[in-house]
């Protein structure tokens, strides 16, 4: 199946996470012309490939996840950009130092992604808490960004934020900031779960149930 990212056409199936508007706001977000970058968790390769087509001056895209790695070198291909492309759970594989780092990997408690549907069975999901590789990737990146680099990471109100953003001030102190805050509406697979949601995970207005999403700015 084709989908249609900022007018790039990408390869996707029914195995594979397909962008959403998270991935969207990532790229309008993102300051990487010139510069070298990581798509952290790069899935079918969306921001890889925009960053590539619009002025990134390298690109780095790492998954772990097979399926994901196949269809970013595809659409690659498809899309005719030159794009490194590594197989690594978050940082592990990765050896080199960014001037960004934007990262979108899960962060929704993994039984809330499981009753919504917006993971694939195979794609990799965060716990229990929805916060775990979002903390791995904050606590990783100082050692992967340059002087003066920045991480750009979302995160859901599916997740501990207060986990979160502390170990956001422990590893860039006093250097780190929320630049997008979006009210997301209840799909009806949510609404259908709604008593499995603590109250914090959402806001309820005129009857109505939204999530919320943020992106945050850290700063090497």
């Known amino acids: 199946m084709i989908v249609n990212f900022h007018n790039i056409e990408l390869e996707s199936s029914e195995d594979a996470f397909r962008p959403t508007l998270i991935s969207e706001e990532c790229a309008l977000k993102a300051d990487f012309k010139e510069k070298k970058v990581l798509d952290m968790g790069c899935g079918i390769g969306p921001l890889a490939i925009y960053f590539a087509k619009n002025g990134a001056a390298e690109v780095d895209a790492c998954d772990i996840y097979d399926k994901h790695l196949e269809l970013t070198r595809l659409n690659a291909r498809r899309n005719n950009v030159s794009i490194n492309i590594i197989e690594s759970d978050l940082f592990q594989n990765v050896t ?4 960004l780092i934007c990262c979108d990997v899960s962060g929704v408690s993994k039984n809330i992604a499981e009753v919504t549907g917006w993971f694939p069975t195979e794609v990799p999901k965060a716990d229990d808490t929805g916060s775990n590789l979002i903390v791995r990737v904050v606590e990783g990146s100082p050692g992967h960004l340059k002087k003066g680099g920045c991480l750009n990471i979302c995160t859901t109100s599916f997740s501990n934020i207060q986990e979160i953003e502390n170990t956001m001030q422990k590893s860039f102190p006093d250097k780190w ?8 509406p209840f799909s009806k697979r949510l609404m259908a779960n709604l008593d499995l949601l603590k109250d914090e995970m959402y806001l309820e207005k005129d009857g109505k149930y939204f999530w919320i999403f943020s992106m945050y700015k850290l700063s090497k």
């Open 96 to 99: 080199s130092k960014y001037d």
């Open 177 to 184: 900031e929320k630049i997008l805050e979006k009210e997301v």
